[in-house]
């Protein structure tokens, strides 16, 4: 059974201090893995899909990166506004499972 | 239109009624999914569209509920006699056939007094 957690549950940054989300998961046949950001009150908004082990993707202070087991999403000097949660998904077969997210909370 | 919509964005019922929730996906997306989430939880899969193929309706937690796609576009999420453990945010998102990432709608809250 595909299996999706992340860790910490929750985190707060005083406003410049970077930090890691991680991403754990158990799949048979990766077909990709997905970041989200989800703001209260909204959907999911994408972003970043990596593909295969190794790959790293970038958008402004976000940074993931993907290996066998599991994935990051790194924030450089994050900003207030980069609060949210942050989700993990993965692509197996034809369904997708999330984890239950990390809230971020950035300090100003 | 640009991305997923999803009505209404707020419902609230009573314990006992039926409600119907609709989905829009991004135009030319063949795939469609239902995904649940309860305040504080994960997003908890539903039910699956892809093109004319029969829906993968694994995830639906009881017969009370049921969806339908017509003509490949608008889907309808439809939970009968409501139970105030329903009581979540729905999500709709879609997916295009070429690729692997889902967009999501915004959301329809449904609160079951």
């Known amino acids: 059974e595909d299996q999706v957690t992340q860790s910490p549950e929750a985190l707060r940054l005083q406003e410049g201090e970077s930090s890691s989300l991680n991403c754990s998961y158990t799949v048979s046949g990766l077909r990709g893995l997905f970041w989200y950001r989800q703001d209260p009150g909204k959907g999911p908004e994408f972003l970043f899909t990596l593909y295969s082990a190794g790959e790293e993707k970038e958008k402004e202070r976000l940074k993931a990166t993907l290996t066998k087991k599991e994935s990051f999403l ?35 | 239109g640009a991305g997923v919509s999803q009505s209404p964005s707020n419902k609230v ?4 009624k039926d ?35 029969a829906p993968d309706k694994s995830g639906l937690p009881s017969d009370r509920f049921s969806a339908e796609r017509t003509g490949g576009s608008v889907s309808t999420l439809t939970i009968q ?26 959301g329809t809250r449904l609160l079951v007094l």
């Open chain 1, 74 to 108: 790194h924030i450089t000097a994050p900003k207030p506004e980069d609060s949210a949660t942050y989700l993990c998904a993965v692509l197996g077969g034809q369904n997708f499972v999330f984890g239950p997210g990390t809230r971020l909370s950035v300090l100003p």
């Open chain 2, 13 to 16: 019922t009573e314990k006992g």
């Open chain 2, 19 to 53: 409600v119907e929730l609709r989905c829009d996906p991004i135009s030319g997306h063949t795939a469609l999914y239902w995904y649940r989430q309860s305040l504080g939880q994960g997003l908890e899969f539903l039910i699956y569209f892809q093109g004319n193929s």
């Open chain 2, 81 to 106: 006699r409501t139970q105030q453990e329903d009581s979540a945010v729905y999500l709709c998102a879609s997916r295009n056939a070429g690729g692997e990432t889902q967009y999501f709608g915004p």
